[in-house]
């Protein structure tokens, strides 16, 4: 029996499936439309897409290197509730995936599912999806950055917050002294939410903005409001000065010791191990930032249960 591309297309609404899993049901059930629900019922695609609509915002930001810290990713997996995230298998999943962009440095996210899951016979995407069958949660690999080079990893509270931090160094970048101190750098950006690496890193556009604020708000201070604007362009560049010092991270007050910024410790380390150190990016992933989480209201659930 035939089948169009109305066929693929109602047999998609019905199932929430992909075009091409849709397509190749409609084939296999010679279109039959039927069977072919049957069919994705019976790959676990039908319940696996009906998951997929619910939404994934607890889940594990986990970051690694190889052996040698010479390349290193973090990468954020998300599912339905911070239970799974402690569960064995979905952790085993989140190193898996780690382990495969890693060693095959896909371009993005599509690209690491079509690949081979590493200690697997499986691409990802077919891993996933048994995850999703056997865990019984929506699971979603949502994004990664993978470094090449110097670098160290750091995974906060059991993974609400993975740091990948990249350096370029002439030291042994499994030196443990020099690993150590990439993980006090990779702590300090987990625990203030670093935003730049330094000055040069931060957009005109948000020095602009923050100028206007600043600005906006002395106008409105009746000691300020009168003072000429050339006064008030100096007393702007110091509030600037300290931007920078509160969210660049070489420019920060290193949370170990108050007395010197990240840039002196980093100089510091540098000189003790005989080399040199520069920090020249860092990614910080926090497990469902940006997510919009479901509300549920208990309250509610249980009067409309009861009328």
Known sequence: MAFTAQDVKALREKTGCGMMDCKKALTAANGDMDAAIDFLREQGLAKQAKKASRVAAEGIAFAMTNEDNTKGVVIEVNAETDFVAKNADFQAFVKACALTVLNNAPADVEALLALKAEGTEMTVAELLQEKVLTIGENIQIRRFERFEGPSVAYVHAGGKIGVLV??????????????????????????????????????????????????????????????????????????????????????????????????????????????????????????????????????????????
């Not at 520069?278 to 930032?289: A, D």
């Open 166 to 307: 990249n350096f370029e160094t002439d030291i042994d970048s499994a030196n443990p002294e020099f690993v150590a101190y990439g993980k006090d750098v990779a702590m300090q950006i987990a625990a203030l939410n670093t935003s730049y690496l330094d000055k040069d890193s931060v957009p005109a556009d948000v020095i602009a903005h923050e100028k206007d604020i600043m600005v906006a708000q002395m106008k409105q201070d009746p000691k300020m409001a009168n003072k000429p604007e050339q006064v008030l362009s100096k007393i702007v560049e110091g509030k600037i000065g300290k931007f920078y010092k509160e969210n660049c991270l070489v420019d920060q007050e290193f949370v170990k010791d108050s007395s010197l910024t990240v840039g002196k410790y980093t100089e510091a380390t540098a000189k003790k191990l005989g080399g040199s150190i520069v920090i020249k990016k860092f990614v910080r992933f926090e497990k469902g930032e940006g997510i919009e989480k479901k509300q549920d209201d208990f309250a509610a659930e249980v009067a409309s249960m009861v009328k």
